[in-house]
């Protein structure tokens, strides 16, 4: 019988020994015979045994592929949750509307990678208090009717926007956009619309699932909520004492 030196590389004739020794290994090991490849003399034809152990062998490296990929969606949907959780906790922190608005773009552009935020306030009477990372407009404003749909609905849309809806979400730079997703934002009423973009054409796409952006938008509509109706908006040629 041959040798192996430790370190030395396993060879083929140590491979048969050790079978040899061990007759009862691949009843201990089933799950190797859908790796192995076994020969089965028949002359030209394929026998009914090798059809069967391939179909097995078909079946099984199926079954490996959509294992990995419940264990991925899995992961994700863990990563995801944590993000929701990091976030919902950096809204109760908040006690001011500009601390709401920076914190939803602070997380969205870095937890959740979000290549450019935008965030869009109705308000009917005056513009209201200037704010960073996001931009009042008027609920009667012509540039909304682009967004009927999704107001109407209250429901996530996601893929690529047109040319005027980006323009209305993100400025005049569509090109910086490849797929996008726009989230209303709404109480009793639609008060806002939050944009999500990234750069990459294929990450947010036409028919992915939208129950966790609903769920986000929940979030920071209700944290938004809170901190409009106690912002007051100056009226229209007031001036401050």
């Known amino acids: 019988m041959s ?29 190797l ?27 099984h490296a199926i079954a490996q592929r959509q294992l990995h990929q419940l264990i991925e969606v899995a992961r994700d949907n863990d990563r995801l949750a944590e993000r929701m959780h990091q ?15 920076g914190a939803v773009d602070a997380k969205l552009s870095g937890a959740f990678e979000a290549d450019r935020v935008a965030l869009l306030l109705f308000d009917d009477r005056v513009s209201g208090p200037t704010l960073d990372h996001a931009r009042w407009l008027s609920a009667s404003s012509p540039e909304l009717a682009e967004f009927d749909n999704i107001l109407n609905s209250r429901k996530p849309i996601c893929g690529r926007l047109t040319t005027a809806q980006l323009d209305c979400l993100f400025g005049p730079e569509p090109a910086a956009v490849g797929s ?6 709404a109480e009793t009423e639609p008060f806002g619309l939050l944009g999500i973009a990234s750069r990459d054409s294929e990450r947010f796409q036409h028919g992915m699932g939208t129950s966790f952006l609903q769920q986000l938008g ?10 409009l109706e106690q912002t007051e908006t100056p009226q229209a040629g007031s001036e401050a004492d």
Do not use: M
């Open 87 to 101: 976030l919902a906790l950096a809204l109760l922190d908040c006690t001011t509307l500009a601390d709401v608005i």
């Open 218 to 227: 929940q979030l920071i509509s209700h944290a938004l909520g809170r901190h």
């Open 3 to 31: 040798e192996t030196q430790p370190g030395s590389p396993i060879t083929a004739d140590a491979v048969a020994d050790y079978l040899a020794e061990h007759p009862d290994f691949l009843h201990d090991h089933p799950d």
């Open 180 to 185: 996008a997703v726009v989230i209303p934002l």
């Open 33 to 59: 015979l859908a790796e192995l490849l076994i020969p089965h003399a028949t002359g030209s034809a394929v026998s009914l045994i090798e059809r069967q152990v391939q179909v097995l062998r078909d079946k």
